[in-house]
């Protein structure tokens, strides 16, 4: 009965162990007023990867990622936006 709990409670800590971190790339800036141009993500799985392209086509005036870790899984993400 223990092993039981331990093999169903132990693959949803890993998924609770995550850390989401978005940088923008010039500074705090307001990207509400701004309009998004260009979302790309990449993926990692057991640290093979990148799974996708994560390069932006279009020149953005401003440059946002968002980087997502989960214990076996993570994304980065590149967001354009323009004024």
């Known amino acids: 009965m223990k092993k039981m709990c331990i093999a169903a409670v132990l693959p949803l800590l890993f998924l ?12 705090p ?3 509400s007023i701004m309009h998004k141009v260009e979302e790309q993500c990449a993926s990692y799985f ?7 392209e994560s390069t932006l086509v279009q020149k953005p005036d ?6 997502h870790n989960y214990f076996l899984y993570s994304t ?7 004024k």
């Open 46 to 52: 057991l640290g093979m990867g990148p799974f996708g």
């Open 62 to 67: 401003t440059i946002q990622y968002t980087v």
């Open 76 to 82: 980065f993400c590149t967001v354009g936006y323009n």
């Open 16 to 27: 609770a162990v995550s850390c989401t971190q978005t940088i923008t790339g010039t500074g």
């Open 29 to 31: 800036i307001d990207t």
